[in-house]
């Protein structure tokens, strides 16, 4: 099944904000060349996100307050104290169930702003090797919806203060789209695919690292709107990044980061 809209996956306002998505070279040549768009597996990117931080509250709270001193309307939830104490086994089951549950979905992270961010090309690209692939929302759903086989959700992350603050419960994908208030200003658009059993999420054929995940068809003409190199990405590099556009037909604006203090940024 191709993109599909989902009532937990929230568009930004503006559908055609401009988004970006941080690739090093290997994998933004398999996007070009393969029309694949590489979706990680969550159990890799995601440790500061739902899957288990943002039960902590909730969990915590129900672990130690006695089914007397409830608050009224809480209280009423449940029938008795034998309620209250397996909807509190309940709850520790299902935070181990969503840590689980992270090796069946995988993500493509992307990221809201008119400029790429030098923060974030420090967090995906440490070696400063690769480039920034600027699309809009509206694209990345049109770009993905030619997949054929799982549903493809795409999403305005919500950030929220675990300490006092917890995810909704109820359904699978709520934590997909959860982090850490410590990361909002990542602005992150989030596209997802869940798939059963969870090793179907292979590791990604003829790329390096341990990192499993799944390609999920595109098209590159749709999806790029332009190619901005890192500055520290060598004169050949940058060459090869023409070259694969080329030969895949793609007249796509091509340009270094800006150098001056860096990188350009979102801020």
Known sequence: ???????????????????????DLPRFLSLVERQALFFVRADTVCEDDGFDKGLEPTARALETIPFRQLDPEVGA????????????????????????????????????????????????????????????????????????????????????????????????????????????????VRAAVMRLPAPALTDHPGLDGPAGGLDVTCDPETLIEQVVVSPSTTADSADGVREALGHAGLDTDVRYAAAAGGLTSNE
């Open 77 to 188: 939830l449940f029938r008795s104290k034998y309620d209250f104490d397996n909807f509190r086994k309940m709850l520790k089951d299902l935070r181990a169930y969503l840590f689980m549950m992270r090796r069946n979905f995988a993500v493509s992270c992307w990221h809201m702003g008119e400029a790429d961010s030098a923060d974030l090309w420090r967090h995906y690209l440490p070696s400063g090797d690769g480039v920034a692939v600027a699309s809009t929302f509206r694209r990345l759903c049109r770009a993905v919806d030619r997949h054929g086989e799982d549903p493809v959700h795409v999403g305005v992350v919500r950030y929220l203060r675990y300490e006092d603050e917890h995810i909704p419960i109820g359904n699978l994908l709520y934590p997909v789209l959860h982090k850490r208030w410590v990361f909002r200003h990542e602005r992150e």
């Open 1 to 23: 099944m191709p993109y599909r809209d989902h009532p937990f996956f929230q568009p930004p306002d503006d559908p055609d904000v401009r988004v970006w998505l941080y690739l």
